[in-house]
């Protein structure tokens, strides 16, 4: 198929924040291969779109209630606190809770679950949110820089129409927060390949292939140091192609981690720019619906120019771009030869060595013919709501506004932060670009755990460390206290709950009128219509002196 629809997800906050000094995962690399692709005239090709935020119900899909509540409310000053200093939900040094990390996890979930609802109503062939593909995230805690498994939610997203989903992952770690979510099931088949040893997060075995149910649906191509295009393309076309022809996906969702690429601070791979678009443009040629997601990638140079190149191998255009970059606002970021290129290194590749890969290879193949000829599911006509919408228990849209229009001023008013920032460090010889993407001082490969680099200089914050540092969180600290008084930012809401003198659920009204007892076996009995009884006057009128809201949201079960 030479002429595919591509819809493109991107929000301009996203390059807003920052995990903190000395941390390497930087979101900016985001909007610089934004900008190079709005450079390459190539915005104009595709729809492009700004996701809407996920809800904390979008990620309760996957994540645990108590979860996605902690990330609402963590900040830097309640992290040791709300973490048990450290030993729960934010493990280690990889997941620091950075201002506005609940902000970043909304933007880079929505992305994928509007990428993958776009699949869903055949709008788009293709569809790319590269501020996604964070595949750590375990459903009740972060890993590996990651907090919300986007990934997840958009697969769980895909499964509501399409039978058989394949997820590929060649980042050059284990996609383990995926494998791990759908570890049991056929629906789902995940492929990753990853470098396996003393390197994080230390899973992703060739004998890791799924229990129960999804016995060989967990497939791992572990790998060494040094891969080279040739070695890997020699091991993941057979691979893939063996799986489309035997599992026969309805919708594929790839992983780009960006650090398998050569000379990545975190990475170990030799990957060219093209050797790992390869991936991309074997995938379009299936002509299967694809989502193509983000993922690591460190030397945020180099992530640039790959997801910008491999933007327009989803296009079909990557031969008649000029590999010569074109002028952008990050253009002396590039130097010095100011290419869309990543060339290899004189890296040792130990994959052949001693037959290796050859081994591993026929592991994977024995393995894949192991398993029936594309799994069956039932499946059925998908609602156009969720069951608490159908019931009544969302929260009202008018609320839902308000918290809106605070989320669209609170951008504002960081936006405005970050410009004034960035106008200052511009002014400074101290504060240039380049040290921001330096490539001393990488990390150990050998090492279990991640290892961050040692560095100095000014921290990219969201709010400046300087003398307009207290106006400005006076400003946001007021437009947080005016939420606040016009209405509670609660985790769930819900039109149910309980009485204490009925001793029964009832549904509160916003207007006034009687109150009335439900049965939620009734409700969804009958299809949400029914199920309500009339409360006597007199017990209604003394529910209504005693009655008050709980503390707490009433978890009601039928």
């Not at 990620?59 to 973490?83: G, I, K, N, Q, W």
């Not at 192609?241 to 035997?246: D, H, S, V």
């Not at 619906?289 to 255009?317: D, Q």
């Not at 010889?429 to 050998?446: C, F, H, I, T």
């Amino acid at each position: 198929m030479s002429k595919r629809r591509v819809s493109y997800y991107y929000d301009n906050d996203v390059g807003l924040f920052s995990y903190g000094l000395g941390h390497p995962m930087k979101p900016h690399r985001i909007r610089m291969a934004h900008d190079l692709v709005q450079s390459y005239g190539m915005l104009n090709k595709m729809q492009v779109l700004r996701p809407r935020r996920a809800s904390p119900q979008n990620m309760t899909a996957f994540h645990t209630d108590e979860y996605v509540h902690f990330l609402s409310r963590v900040t830097p000053e309640t992290a040791e606190e709300l973490t048990g200093h450290g030993q729960r939900f934010l493990v280690g040094e990889d997941n620091p809770a950075f201002e506005g990390v609940f902000e970043f996890c909304t933007i880079s979930a929505g992305g994928s679950i509007d990428a993958a609802q776009r699949i869903n109503s055949g709008s788009a062939d293709i569809a790319i949110n590269w501020a996604g593909g964070l595949h750590h995230a375990k459903k009740r805690e972060a890993s590996g820089f990651c907090y919300i498994n986007d990934i997840v939610l958009a697969i769980l997203e895909l499964l509501r129409t399409y039978p058989r989903v394949l997820y590929i992952d060649i980042d050059c770690h284990h996609g383990d927060g995926v494998e791990e979510a759908f570890y049991t099931t056929d629906r789902v088949l995940t492929c990753s390949f990853h470098k396996f040893g003393e390197y994080f997060p230390g899973t992703g075995h060739v004998e890791d292939y799924g229990r129960d149910k999804g016995m060989g649906y967990s497939v791992n191509v572990p790998l060494r140091d040094g891969l080279t295009d040739e070695v890997f393309k020699n091991v993941f076309e057979p691979v893939i192609q063996k799986i489309l022809e035997w599992y026969q996906p309805s919708a594929v969702v790839l992983q780009c981690g960006a650090d398998s690429l050569s000379g990545d601070k975190l990475g170990c791979f030799n990957l060219t720019m093209e050797g790992h678009a390869n991936c991309v443009q074997y995938l379009r040629k299936s002509g299967l619906p694809l989502i193509l997601l983000g993922g690591g990638g460190y030397t945020i140079k180099n992530v640039a120019r790959a997801w910008a190149y491999e933007t327009a191998c989803a296009l079909g255009v990557e031969e008649t771009i000029d590999r010569n970059l074109p002028w952008n606002a990050y253009f002396e970021w590039f130097g010095p030869r100011y290419r869309l290129e990543v060339a290899e290194n004189n890296m040792e590749d130990l994959n052949p060595k001693d037959g290796y890969l050859d081994t591993i290879k026929e592991q994977v193949m024995k393995r894949l013919d192991m398993l029936p000829f594309a799994p069956s599911v039932g499946m059925h006509e998908v609602p156009g709501q969720s069951v608490s919408e159908h019931l009544g228990f969302s929260p009202p849209r008018e609320e839902q506004k308000e918290v809106d229009d605070l989320d669209e001023r609170l951008g504002q008013q960081f936006r405005a932060v970050y410009n004034m920032q960035l106008n200052e460090s511009s002014s400074s010889e101290s504060d240039e670009p380049e040290s921001l993407d330096s490539d001393d001082d990488g990390a150990s490969n050998s090492s279990r755990r991640h290892r961050f680099p040692h560095r100095t200089g000014k921290r990219m914050s969201i709010f400046p460390l300087d003398k307009n540092a207290a106006y400005f969180s006076k400003q946001v600290d007021a437009r947080v206290e005016g939420r606040t008084a016009q209405t509670q930012r609660r985790f769930f809401q819900t039109s149910a709950v309980w009485d204490p003198t009925l001793k029964t659920v009832v549904m509160r009204e916003e207007f006034g009128a009687a109150r009335a007892r439900a049965r939620v076996g009734d409700i969804m009995e009958n299809g949400g219509g029914g199920g309500l009884v009339d409360v006597e006057m007199e017990n209604a009128s003394q529910a209504d002196d005693d009655w008050r809201e709980p503390d707490v949201p009433i978890s009601v079960e039928s």
